[in-house]
């Protein structure tokens, strides 16, 4: 069987929600993935602890960042294989130069899930900012120009009327960075998913005045994407990343979203992803903030096309990639079911 028609049928497999198994006789493979310290990278993590990724031939290792653009980078480079993580103006950019493809979707804001938060300053909520119409005038901070950060800062300007450019952006370039900044007042607002957004509100220093889901509708907020090498060349290891990928996200919505999972079950999840995610704090006080506010992740890495999209054409109209940069560029679809 040729390698085409094995990708054929796997996206048709994935597209149905029949997991994908490795035959007895597949190539193993040590895959680097990039992840960043947040409960939102969990499946990958579930996938390797639970031995799913080993089912599909792959022995998984994991490469830190601290912001998306550079893992997406690192793939581009060969040094990563695998990445989840937001869309990014520098993923286009590479993506057109053809280093790059997303090949499914991963965290998504669902009207049944509690989302992402806006969040401001202590000193800027005393100061009057009590909405996200306040926000005018205001410094916001991102990770860097491009990231998911400053296109919900801008989604937020467009709705409330404001022009873009009276949000005052501060890179910052890491999301330790931006934690930092905001409880010292350094900046006024930022918008986070909600474990990290609650964390920060049950102190004394962060105030939440808002949600993504008012200002950006079903927002796919991070992709699964990969080397165009690895698309074109070895379209199968993909099809068995994803795989075993999809796994994890099922057991993580069982675990953390739909809460369907004994509780045996879930403190097992919650172990795993303490591995990697708020590893600063024994597993008992990371526990809850792990559990709390956690998104849906969509189900075998379906793909948001349209709100991909949109934020295609966002960074358009901030010059943050090419003119001619095109949505068949940046993502094959052949790999999952897109909607």
Same mark, same amino acid.
């Given at each position: 069987m040729t390698s085409t028609i094995i990708h054929s049928l796997a996206a048709i497999t994935l597209a149905s929600g029949v997991a994908l198994t490795a035959p007895a006789n597949a190539q193993e493979d040590t895959v680097q993935i990039g992840l960043l310290s947040l409960t939102s990278h969990a499946p990958s993590i579930i996938a390797e602890a639970k031995g799913y990724f080993e089912e599909e031939g792959i022995t998984a290792e994991f490469v830190s960042f601290?912001?998306?653009?550079? @893992?997406?980078?690192?793939?581009?480079?060969?040094?990563?294989?695998?990445?989840? !993580?937001a869309i990014t103006g520098g993923l286009i950019s590479l993506a057109e130069r053809g280093a790059v493809k997303v090949i499914g979707g991963a965290l998504q804001e669902t009207p049944e899930i509690e989302g992402q938060k806006i969040l401001v300053s202590r000193q800027a909520h005393e100061d009057g900012v009590t909405t996200p119409a306040d926000l005018a005038g205001r410094r916001f901070g991102i990770t860097t120009a491009g990231s998911s950060f400053h296109y919900m800062a801008h989604k937020i300007a467009d709705a409330e009327g404001f022009d873009r450019s009276e949000l005052s952006l501060v890179t910052l370039n890491s999301v330790p960075a931006v934690i930092a900044s905001l409880r010292s007042g350094q900046i006024d607002a930022w918008s986070i998913v909600p474990n990290i957004a609650g964390g920060l509100t049950r102190g004394e220093d962060v105030v939440e005045i808002g949600v993504i889901a008012d200002y950006v509708e079903d927002y796919q907020v991070t992709t699964v994407f990969t080397s165009t090498d690895i698309v074109e060349n070895n379209p199968e290891l993909a099809e068995r990343f994803l795989a075993g990928f999809s796994k994890g996200v099922a057991d993580y919505n069982a675990a953390l979203v739909d809460k369907t999972m004994s509780?045996?079950? !879930?403190?097992?999840?919650?172990? @795993?992803?303490?591995?990697?995610v708020y590893t600063d704090r024994p597993l008992e006080d990371a526990d809850p903030a792990i559990r709390a506010g956690a998104m849906r992740i969509n189900e075998n890495a379906r793909l948001n096309l349209g709100s991909v999209e949109d934020q295609m054409e966002w960074f358009k109209s901030e010059d943050l990639v090419p003119a001619e940069a095109t949505v068949e560029n940046l993502v094959d679809t052949s790999f999952v079911e897109t909607f």
């Amino acid at each position: 069987m040729t390698s085409t028609i094995i990708h054929s049928l796997a996206a048709i497999t994935l597209a149905s929600g029949v997991a994908l198994t490795a035959p007895a006789n597949a190539q193993e493979d040590t895959v680097q993935i990039g992840l960043l310290s947040l409960t939102s990278h969990a499946p990958s993590i579930i996938a390797e602890a639970k031995g799913y990724f080993e089912e599909e031939g792959i022995t998984a290792e994991f490469v830190s960042f601290q912001a998306a653009q550079p @893992m997406a980078v690192a793939i581009a480079s060969g040094d990563v294989d695998f990445g989840v !993580t937001a869309i990014t103006g520098g993923l286009i950019s590479l993506a057109e130069r053809g280093a790059v493809k997303v090949i499914g979707g991963a965290l998504q804001e669902t009207p049944e899930i509690e989302g992402q938060k806006i969040l401001v300053s202590r000193q800027a909520h005393e100061d009057g900012v009590t909405t996200p119409a306040d926000l005018a005038g205001r410094r916001f901070g991102i990770t860097t120009a491009g990231s998911s950060f400053h296109y919900m800062a801008h989604k937020i300007a467009d709705a409330e009327g404001f022009d873009r450019s009276e949000l005052s952006l501060v890179t910052l370039n890491s999301v330790p960075a931006v934690i930092a900044s905001l409880r010292s007042g350094q900046i006024d607002a930022w918008s986070i998913v909600p474990n990290i957004a609650g964390g920060l509100t049950r102190g004394e220093d962060v105030v939440e005045i808002g949600v993504i889901a008012d200002y950006v509708e079903d927002y796919q907020v991070t992709t699964v994407f990969t080397s165009t090498d690895i698309v074109e060349n070895n379209p199968e290891l993909a099809e068995r990343f994803l795989a075993g990928f999809s796994k994890g996200v099922a057991d993580y919505n069982a675990a953390l979203v739909d809460k369907t999972m004994s509780e045996e079950e !879930t403190a097992e999840i919650v172990a @795993m992803i303490h591995e990697y995610v708020y590893t600063d704090r024994p597993l008992e006080d990371a526990d809850p903030a792990i559990r709390a506010g956690a998104m849906r992740i969509n189900e075998n890495a379906r793909l948001n096309l349209g709100s991909v999209e949109d934020q295609m054409e966002w960074f358009k109209s901030e010059d943050l990639v090419p003119a001619e940069a095109t949505v068949e560029n940046l993502v094959d679809t052949s790999f999952v079911e897109t909607f």
